[in-house]
């Protein structure tokens, strides 16, 4: 698992990942989880499909499973929202502790 590479979507303008934000309904408290793709096309397709007009904004950058916890850190990310299917999106959120 550590040796895995993961792949996410970078904002060329600003350096930002694509996240998804998800509000607590009880208190109006909104986490966000870091997208992630387990393979550079999928992510890709992600882009094409429900981004395609900021497509020349975006990057698909690798990174490792370990580099990977010091972005959720450094960005302040509760976990990782793990894309199983890019084209519905079917989204798998995961807490990494």
Known sequence: MLSQINYLIRSQKDGKYLVARIEDEDSNKITSYL???KEDYE???YINTHGKSMSSELNVESTSA???KGILQRWGYQGIGYVEDPLIPQI???ILT
């Open 35 to 37: 997208l992630v793709f």
């Open 43 to 45: 992510a890709l397709s």
């Open 66 to 68: 370990t580099a990977l």
């Open 92 to 94: 798998k959120f995961m």
